[in-house]
């Protein structure tokens, strides 16, 4: 039932040929009319590109943690949502439990990294744990996890590390070929055949940087439904999944420490303005309405080939998103009731449970104080004493 | 003389990597079989172990559900037991485990005291998501049995499988409907 | 997070499932957007957006007070006058991510809200209700707040 990463692999790998073709038209033509020799461009055009994927592919996901200042928690810092990784990590067949992170946030969102399934972390702000069910956060970690299953991380990454030194190689090119042209020597060679190159050149750096970012979306896009699909395989509960895209679009918060090379590694992307039309087609991310859409109308038939159904549904024509191979797989059966009455605390706990765990990661002291008001004290604190505000109790805060 | 000989060895050669080749994909289609088996045992004993914690825990708040806590244990004893005497018999009795269980959380319900309970919410938890992995362990084993079984009756690979001796996996299949449902499984 | 005043790292109060983030140095607070959404959600029925966005349409006060810094997006804070009859200026962060409450600002509305009870679920009043109710021990009793 696994066949369909295969086969996607295949579809991807040609499209990050396409990619790097781009780069390498790029630089060779960015050397022939800047340097006046097209080897050298070439070949810096393939060093800036080797130099900048072996910085991503070992240093890419703890760049990427370090930006949003994540914090790594173990099974007993956040029982439940250790758990909830686990049976997902089970669900999905993979070998190693990957590392759990947890940013504090109050916008609700999750992303995937790690190069392969053995360097594999999944990320979910506090504001996701604060606001989502046990389905939903099930819904969604499996949603990540399926990028981690997928290989899509990998693939993400080296596709947006292609994608930004293009959009470089542009930029400077643009920049020394208009403003510092000096070096030049465009009179040395036979007029006419320079000024096309130079006409090329300046189309190719104007087109191939949009290019680029359409092929990426592209990619990046069909990975998000293919992670639906999976997630509702892995669950068995496609609502949610459903449930979890509706509040997290209805949330008005908006990612603070996401930029744009890490938006599409999230579940929705943090930049979103709210227009359909905006998102159709310049969006890592397809259209969060039709996601859910596509995911409840899977109804009774949870497999990938019910996934599929439903997207041809709400897409008349064009191709489906998973490959034939792996539709003729599984029939699964929607599960029926998931959830478990009375062991998901309400949203208050929820938020304590998310914010107590980060106090303590970031080794605050808590204390309370007889008359019930509780503290959690920083580390840097300035003082050895605290008096509570509400009783006027004076707290020690020597060792204890 | 020498281009036959060459062109027969060719095709030897192309043979054996073939068969080689479906070998292999056989070998780690039941390796993830016994894996995937592997995970579910994994979970089972670990809910095996978490219920006399819960036992104990429950016992002070519960007096009068003796018969409920009782059916448990045994429940239990019985799983045991039935680790050793084949897929079939080990299913039916975690099935049966599985709703003592459910039985006795339903009845925790009514029990305020317990429900505010510390321990027992931990413990809870725990069961809970052991019995989500339980589910989604099947889920992975019967998914990988399937992809094994197809392996085992699809041409070419048949004809390797029943060379090497590969015999057809069997489904940890659910006898209670009332519990998550396992994959419906279909040779399509 | 830091107190936009002394710039020292806040210690959070937990009352009733709810945090608030207090500066022990110059008694201020800070009613974080997130935990005002989980005190007023449930009261108001999920219109807690639309009250913060009300408190922005308010008039801004002008008093010679200083600006103060969002202590989460680091942007200037607009101070704002939410007593009725008596003056309680607050400074609210105008991308909406919370609200700050001087050191004195809380001891005036504190000592107000004991004479004054309105009626009816105004989340304003809510959310001063629940500030009183954390800093004090029970109504009536003299509270130190501050």
Known sequence: MWEQIRDNQVRSVILVTVLGFILILLGSLLGQTVLGDWSVGLLLALLVWIVMTLVGYFQGDSILLSISKARKIGPDDLPRVYNVVEEMKIACGLEKMPDIYIVDDPAMNAFATGRDKNHASVTVTSGLLQKLNRDELQGVVGHEMAHIRNRDVLLMAMCSILLGTIVMLAWYGSRILFFGGGTRRSSSGGGSAQIIILLVAIVLMIFAPIMAQFIYLAISRKREYLADASSALYTRYPEGLASALEKIAASTEQIKSANNATAPMYILNPFRKGGRVAEDLSSTHPPTSERIRILRSMAGNVSLAGYESAYNQSHKGGGGIIPGSALAAVNAAVQSNPATPGIMPAEKERAREASDALWKLNKYREITCNCGLKFKIPPDFHSNTFNCPRCGTVHSLQHR | MLVPILVILGIVVVVILIFAGIYNGLVGARNQVKNAWAQIDVQLKRRHDLIPNLVETVKGYMQHERGTLEAVTNARTTAIKAADSGVAAQAKAEGELSQALGRLFAVAESYPDLKASQNFLALQEELTSTENKISFSRQFYNDSVLQYNNKTQMFPSNIVASMGGFKAGEFFEVTDTVEREAPKVSFS | ?146
């Not at chain 3, 009250?51 to 008093?63: D, G, K, T, Y």
């Not at chain 3, 009870?117 to 500030?131: H, K």
């Open chain 3, 1 to 146: 997070m830091k107190c936009p005043v002394c710039k020292v790292t806040t210690t959070a109060l937990e009352h009733d499932k709810i945090e608030l983030d207090y500066c022990s140095i110059c008694h201020g607070i800070w009613f974080d957007r997130g935990e005002l959404e989980l005190l007023l959600d449930t009261l108001t029925g999920g219109t807690t957006a639309k009250f913060i966005h009300s408190l922005m349409q308010r008039p801004r006060a002008e008093v010679a007070e200083k600006t103060r810094k969002c202590p989460i997006c680091g942007k200037n804070m607009s101070k704002t006058d939410i007593g009725s009859g008596q003056e309680i200026i607050i400074d609210m962060c105008n991308a909406g991510h919370g609200l700050w409450f001087d050191g004195g600002e809380s001891g005036a509305f504190v000592k107000q809200l004991k004479l004054e009870q309105p009626a009816g679920a105004d989340p304003l009043y809510e959310a001063l209700f629940f500030i009183r109710d954390a800093f004090r021990v029970s109504p009536g009793a003299p509270g130190s707040p501050g």
